[in-house]
């Protein structure tokens, strides 16, 4: 087999894994995850005030819920705008199938913003800048990182897994995601589900790191019970009203509940994920 720089060039990397058995057992995964939570904590960052406390809460426990984030008249005119572009653009739509599963997704960037002006508005909104640039450590603007309209439907109770319902880890660094939900999010259609303080890393969570990458070394780590009992930690399921924001660091477990077929919810989404490695790249706000 010919010689290959690939994992080498992995290690420094945002991919989730390294494809070398040898650098796996030598603990790569582990030292990857410890190092780009050092650069992490190495960062400053400015935090306004009028978020700090959300800021604390999702640094310590890995999610944050606002209810009625947006005023009445503002979010009922992106559900407004939204809907129409179900029907007429479906051409932007992209659909991919969870197991049973219907998940629809449309990038804002491919809208003009005379189309969707409350969400351009919205993804420009103080609060929720200000709170993701603090977790971030690093400047963001309205279309930064992967921002898009999204429609999950729940199939036929009797269908293959939707693996999205397994608890997982996206990926071994710090990296968040936010949903404002446009409609009422309950057990029937799919919450999202979190494990508040999962996204801190001790000796524990390690060992499985190292673990996992040794064996399957499949990606998104999947997580199973006997990790989650060792670690004394919970499910969270997250339901909530319309107008709710969720932002969750994904490095901490998560998954979404099996809903019940035909029923859907709607979010505005937003992902941010960058190489941890390459932090030079990204200067951060000005500290004061």
């Not at 400053?44 to 005023?71: H, I, N, Q, T, Y």
């Not at 190292?210 to 004394?232: D, V």
Request: charged share 25%.
């Amino acid at each position: 087999m010919p010689f290959s720089l690939k994992p080498l060039r992995q290690m420094v990397s945002g991919d989730k894994t390294v494809d070398s058995k040898l650098l796996n057992l030598l603990g790569v995964q582990v030292q990857r995850t410890l190092a780009a939570r050092l650069i992490y904590h190495l960062r400053r960052v400015a935090v306004d005030k009028a978020v700090k406390d959300k800021v604390d809460e999702l640094r310590s426990e890995g999610c944050v819920l606002l209810p009625d984030f947006l005023p009445p008249e503002h979010f009922e005119s992106i559900r407004r705008e939204y809907l129409p572009l179900l029907d007429n653009y479906a051409d932007k739509w992209t659909v991919y199938k969870h197991g049973p599963n219907t998940y629809e997704v449309a990038r804002v960037r491919d809208f003009d913003a005379s189309l969707l002006p409350y969400t351009y508005q919205f993804l420009a909104e103080p609060r929720l800048q200000g709170i993701l640039q603090a977790v971030e450590k690093r400047p963001l603007h309205c279309l930064s990182g992967h921002r898009a309209l999204e429609r999950l439907t729940q199939g036929p109770a009797d269908g293959p897994e939707d693996p999205e319902t397994k608890l997982h880890s996206d990926t071994f660094f710090t990296n968040h995601k936010a949903w404002l939900y446009l409609s009422d999010v309950e057990m029937d259609n799919g919450p999202f589900v979190y494990v508040k303080r999962s996204h801190r890393v001790n000796l524990t969570k390690l060992y499985y790191i190292y673990k996992e990458s040794c064996a399957r070394n499949l990606g998104s780590r999947r997580i199973a019970s006997e990790e989650l009992e060792r670690l004394g930690l919970q499910e969270t399921i997250v339901t909530c009203p319309k107008n709710t924001l969720v932002i969750a660091n994904v490095a901490g477990f998560h998954r979404r509940m099996r809903g019940r077929p035909g029923c859907r919810r709607y979010a505005v989404h937003v992902s941010l994920r960058v190489n941890p490695f390459t932090w030079w790249r990204y200067r951060s706000p000005r500290v004061d």
